[in-house]
């Protein structure tokens, strides 16, 4: 089985009803694994709902952000939900950005990579321990946790939840490899940017953690165009770069392809509270680092590029300041193009 087989998608869907609707379908089509994002709706009620929704399909949240839960919360969590769907759950976790957590949740962020290397592994260890009633010691610089006189009453459906960790930069990837099951990639990733970072570093993350790399899984992610009008598939793409280029943590992404100076131009529009000309800043270049845009050929040969250097592929349509029905669209059609029921 190749990467091209195992293809997974996000959980992109305008109701509740909607997003059981389009799982089922997926599964139906063959795709292995739904994500379901965490910004607009909370990443466990979907999965929970997808997993009651559906029979066969994998599911994962991709990604729930962990510094505003608990290890504790999340071990429940993901044990609640591979209990609910017979064992198809994936617990994939991410830092999200500085901003956000302060902001948004009130969090203190801390140093990301070491603090969501300690989640996953409290995490792992609450879930190792809860059928046990033994007592939970997990002491680290951001989690402290002491856990006694407590048993889950409700047996595992299997041995262990995997665990992935979402990453863009070089730390969190060597913790990936370090600790994590799994690493998802972000949605704005080069192949240049795929090979020297993130393999390269979640690959040293194995090698000095002394494990193989036939047990971890790395899904990196496309985002995926697909339209015969090109110029429409690049414009989506553009407001969905232009999103990410808002966020100074990513800086580093655009400038090994020369694009921070465009970055720091949507960052400073973003600022100036100009959304609706955000877009126009990025350029078809960077469009053609970070995307795939375009005929069904042409997006057709970056995903086969990705997919030679991966376990599976997660394939994303532009999802940033986009009609709800354009995002509908490009999503469907990814799911006729890849889904190996239909590809």
Not at 69 to 95: C, H, K, N, Q
Not at 98 to 115: M, S
Request: aromatic share 8%; charged share 25%; proline share 6%.
């Amino acid at each position: 089985m190749t990467a091209l087989d195992r293809i997974s998608i996000a959980a992109i869907a305008d109701t509740a009803a909607d997003l059981a609707s389009r799982a089922r379908e997926a599964e139906a089509a063959g795709i292995e694994c739904v994500w379901t994002p965490e910004l607009f709706r909370s990443s466990v009620t979907q999965a929970t709902w997808i997993a009651a929704a559906t029979e066969r399909i994998g599911i994962g949240t991709g990604i729930a952000w962990a510094f505003t839960r608990s290890p504790f919360i999340l071990a429940v969590t993901a044990l609640d939900i591979d209990e609910m769907s017979g064992g198809r759950f994936r617990l994939g976790v991410g830092a999200g950005v500085k901003r956000l957590n302060e902001t948004w949740h009130g969090v203190e962020y801390g140093r990301p990579a070491p603090q969501l290397r300690e989640t996953i592994e409290a995490v792992r260890l609450i879930m190792q321990k809860a059928p046990t009633g033994e007592p939970i010691r997990y002491q680290g610089n951001y989690h402290d946790l002491d856990i006694k006189g407590w048993v889950r009453p409700h047996p595992p459906v299997r041995e262990a939840v995997p665990i992935y960790a979402a990453a863009v930069r070089e730390g969190m990837a060597r913790m990936a490899g370090d600790v994590a099951d799994g690493l998802i990639g972000h949605p704005m990733c080069s192949l240049r940017w795929l090979d020297e970072v993130l393999v390269a570093n979640f690959e040293a993350g194995l090698a000095r953690s002394g494990r193989d790399r036939s047990t971890f899984a790395f899904i990196p992610t496309v985002c995926c165009a697909i339209s015969d009008d090109e110029a429409a598939a690049y414009e989506a793409c553009r407001r969905t770069i232009a999103f990410y280029a808002t966020v100074r943590t990513y800086a580093p992404l655009w400038e090994m392809h020369g694009f921070g100076d465009a970055a720091v131009e949507v960052g400073n529009a973003f600022r100036a509270g100009d959304l609706a000309g955000m877009p126009s800043l990025i350029p078809d270049g960077m469009v053609d680092a970070y995307c795939a845009a375009g005929s069904l050929d042409k997006v057709r040969a970056r995903v086969e590029a990705v997919a030679e250097r991966a376990d599976g592929v997660y394939l994303s349509p532009p999802t940033y300041f986009i009609p709800p029905e354009e995002l509908a669209e490009y999503q469907q059609r990814i799911v006729d193009a890849f889904a190996p029921a239909r590809s």
